[in-house]
């Protein structure tokens, strides 16, 4: 059974800094691309980063480049989101995801998280 469990969210202020872990199990996790995506109140879930087994290879949506970093822990089964220069939009429940196939871990991963509440305030 693929378990996806997210951690590190919180309530900060604009500015702050924060780092979501995600801890994977029941998953060749080496063999998986791993991505963040998040979802507002009222809003649509949107991706957020993906980054490939090896990490050579990561991806970002434009309103989190530069601020935002995704990187992997392959001993660990983990994969994390260091997120900085928070702003209040960035306020969303972050769900981990993982899919098999690069073309798949932005339109349709094969497993997700239950998601992490990410709380900015001005």
């Known amino acids: 059974q693929v378990q996806l469990v997210e951690s590190g969210g919180g309530s900060v202020q604009a500015g702050d800094s924060l780092r979501l872990s995600c801890a994977a199990s029941g998953l060749t996790f080496n063999r998986n691309y791993m991505g963040w995506f998040r979802q507002a109140p009222g809003k649509e879930r949107e991706f957020v980063a993906y980054?490939?087994?090896?990490?050579?290879?990561?991806n970002y949506a434009d309103s989190v480049k530069g601020r935002f970093t995704i990187s992997r822990d392959n001993a660990k089964n983990t994969v994390y989101l260091q997120m900085n220069s928070l702003k209040p939009e960035d306020t969303a429940v972050y769900y981990c995801?993982?899919?098999?196939?690069?073309?798949?871990?932005?339109?349709?991963?094969?497993?997700w998280g239950q998601g992490t509440q990410v709380t900015v305030s001005s």
């Open positions: 995801a993982a899919a098999i196939a690069r073309g798949q871990i932005v339109s349709s991963p094969d497993y």
């Open positions: 980054i490939s087994w090896t990490t050579s290879v990561s």
